[in-house]
């Protein structure tokens, strides 16, 4: 008898509107894109000298980005790229965005790709704005990580020849 009391009082209950499509909120279709089919997902080793590695986070919303860049020494240019992303479906969208972007260009070029540019591609709404910054900072952490490795080489290289000659 119970149960058929609340049933009936359930089913007469007040009702809800239907959520509007103006109310629910839609990622733009290249965020959904990368989401479902995310490019160059992986790692390199990141001891390979020839491999940059960029990682940041965003303690605001726990979202974690990995960017690595394989560079190649003799004409400098990006010859690949791979990212792992820990975070909402902006932040995996801005990673694989950020890969695809940064291969086949030279290091120097890839530090002029600003946040803003990825969120226009991607159409990200104003609080997803900080996925598009930490692309852009992974990049950039990524060619310092790259650069400071060739820089020790090159050190060490140049010190070599140095000791040698001391030697002899």
């Known amino acids: 008898m119970l149960r058929h009391v609340t049933n009936r009082i359930l089913a007469q209950g007040p009702r809800l509107p239907a959520p509007s499509a103006a109310a629910t909120r839609m990622y733009h279709e290249r965020v959904v894109d990368h989401y479902?089919?995310?490019?160059?997902?992986?790692?390199?080793?990141?001891?390979?000298?020839?491999?940059?590695?960029?990682?940041?986070?965003?303690?605001?919303?726990?979202?974690?980005?990995?960017?690595?860049?394989?560079?190649?020494?003799?004409?400098?240019?990006?010859?690949?790229?791979c990212f792992k992303t820990f975070g909402c479906g902006s932040a995996i969208a801005s990673s694989s965005v950020a890969t695809e972007w940064v291969k086949g260009k030279q290091t120097e070029e890839v530090l002029t790709i600003k946040n803003t540019e990825i969120a226009k591609h991607l159409s990200l709404p104003p609080v997803k704005l900080h996925c598009s910054m930490l692309a852009e900072d992974a990049i950039k952490a990524a060619v310092k990580d790259y650069e400071s490795k060739r820089a020790k080489s090159n050190g060490t290289q140049a010190a070599a020849p140095t000791e040698k000659a001391a030697d002899a």
């Open 36 to 81: 479902d089919n995310p490019r160059n997902v992986g790692s390199f080793d990141k001891n390979d000298p020839n491999v940059g590695t960029g990682l940041v986070g965003a303690p605001a919303c726990g979202d974690v980005m990995k960017l690595q860049i394989r560079v190649d020494n003799e004409s400098g240019k990006i010859v690949d790229a």
